[in-house]
Structure formats: structure tokens, C-alpha cells
């Protein structure tokens, strides 16, 4: 095992715990780009001693069986992806859910950023798509009719698209995939999903558009959310990400 690259994730790993929001979650990222290329489990990182707690956090993101249904894989295939798993309370008397992710320590925190950013992306599409589905048709009916259809096409495929990036990420020089942490959810996270009532929801789709699905999934393949992580904070007195990248 190499002992700096270790040291490394450490400190990162301190960083992410002691800094501002904005670093501390820049300093998380980098710590499990490093375990995912290096193939070290959260055990060969771990400080002796180290407490480790049970999260959840819930987003401002809803959806249903009929509208944004897309967003229950996509919140799955990230938090898969991120140590955590995703899940999800009704609204009291309504079938509308709430999207949630549970995991240890910061990792949910983490996971909803990237999920915010991704949803974020996906709504801007939507939103372009719009302005130009308005400026070629002027039936109403049309227009709705054409938008329910990318809706069952874009967003699902872009889940996919970035799940396959996900896989081709951590894979190992072997091809084989890899047993980084950042494939792995913790024990104790499938543990605290299996205690969770299970959301029964019938999913209601369009037939989709290849023209959308394949602009989809392509965007899903090329998707950065850690390109979209705001900017670090101010200088500290502390450690800084810079001293450990």
C-alpha cells in the first residue's frame, strides 16, 4: 500500500471534516478520486478511532408517477455511486415524494450537491427545449404532447448515460470493475434502508424519441458535477486543499 497516497486521503479527508462548506466538499471529491484510482476501501484510509454517524438529508426535489419520475433513478444511480442510497418520503396525503439520501458521515451531503447539479442541468435542457418546441409550434396541444415525450426520453436516458460513466470511471487497468469505495455502500447504509418502508409507485411514461433519448444519454456520458461544485472559500490558516493535492 502506499503509505503517501494514504497520508493524502487522510488529510483530505480532515480537510473535508474541519473546513468551509464550499472547500470542504472539493477536499471530499478529491479524496475519492484518489481512493477510487488507487483502490483502497474506506478501512485501508480509516483513522484508528475515527467515529463514523448515520446521515440522512432530504432535498427540495419532488416527483411522482406521472411528473419528473425520472428523478428517482437518477437520485438511485448517484447515491449508488457516492456510498449512500437514495430514498424517499410521501407528502401526507398526496402521492408526491420527496427525494432523500442516507449515508455515513458527509457522504450524503455530498451526493445531494451532485444530484442538485445534475437536476439543475436537466431542467435547463428542459427549459431550451421548450423555447424552441414554442417557436416551431403554435398549437398548445402540440406543444404539451412534445414536451411529455422528451420528458420520457431526455432525463431517463441522461440517468443512464451517467451510470455508464460511473462504470467506466472505476474500472480497474484490467477491465475488471473495481472494489474502490466509491462503489461500495457501507454495511451499515443497506442495513438502515432494509428498517425503511418501501415507496410503492406506478411509473406512467410516454413512448420516448431516439432523437431525445440518444441527446440524453450523451450528455448523461459527459456530465461533470464536480466541475459544478462552487468555488473554494477564502484562504484559511488551516490545512488547504492545495497542500494536499
Known amino acids: 500500500m502506499n503509505e503517501s497516497i494514504v497520508e493524502k486521503i487522510q488529510k483530505l479527508l480532515a480537510l473535508a471534516a474541519d473546513a468551509e462548506d464550499h472547500e470542504a466538499k ?17 478501512k485501508d484510509v480509516q483513522q484508528k478511532d475515527a467515529p463514523r454517524e448515520l446521515h440522512q438529508v432530504f432535498t427540495d426535489q419532488c416527483f411522482s408517477g406521472v411528473k419528473d419520475n425520472w428523478k428517482a433513478d ?8 457516492h456510498c449512500c442510497v437514495a ?17 455515513l458521515d458527509d457522504d450524503p451531503y455530498i451526493v445531494q450537491d451532485i444530484f442538485r447539479y445534475a437536476v439543475r442541468h436537466i ?12 417557436r416551431c ?29 460511473y ?11 473495481s472494489l474502490a469505495l466509491s462503489l461500495v455502500i457501507p454495511k451499515e447504509v443497506e442495513d438502515y434502508l432494509g428498517t425503511l418502508k418501501k415507496n410503492k409507485i406506478k411509473f406512467r411514461f410516454e ?3 431516439a432523437q431525445y433519448v440518444r441527446q440524453g444519454y450523451n450528455d448523461g456520458r459527459t456530465f461533470k458535477p464536480t466541475k459544478s461544485l462552487p468555488g473554494q472559500a477564502g484562504n484559511h490558516e488551516q490545512l488547504t486543499l492545495a497542500d494536499v493535492m
Not at 27 to 36: E, I, S, V, Y
Not at 123 to 134: G, L
Not at 167 to 175: L, N, R, S, V, W
Open 26 to 42: 472539493a477536499a471530499l471529491m478529491k479524496a475519492r478520486d484518489l481512493m477510487a484510482r488507487y483502490k483502497l476501501s474506506e
Open 74 to 81: 437518477l437520485s438511485r444511480i448517484i447515491a449508488e455511486n
Open 87 to 103: 430514498i424517499s418520503r410521501h407528502r401526507e396525503g398526496s402521492t408526491v415524494c420527496t427525494v432523500g439520501f442516507a449515508g
Open 123 to 134: 431542467k435547463r435542457e428542459e427549459e431550451r427545449q421548450r423555447e424552441a418546441i414554442n
Open 137 to 165: 409550434l403554435s398549437d398548445q396541444r402540440m406543444r404539451n404532447d412534445t414536451m411529455r415525450v422528451w420528458a420520457s426520453s431526455y432525463p431517463p436516458a441522461f440517468a443512464r448515460g451517467l451510470r455508464d460513466q
Open 167 to 177: 462504470k467506466a470511471q472505476f474500472k480497474g487497468q484490467d477491465g475488471e470493475e
Open 207 to 209: 413512448s420516448p424519441d
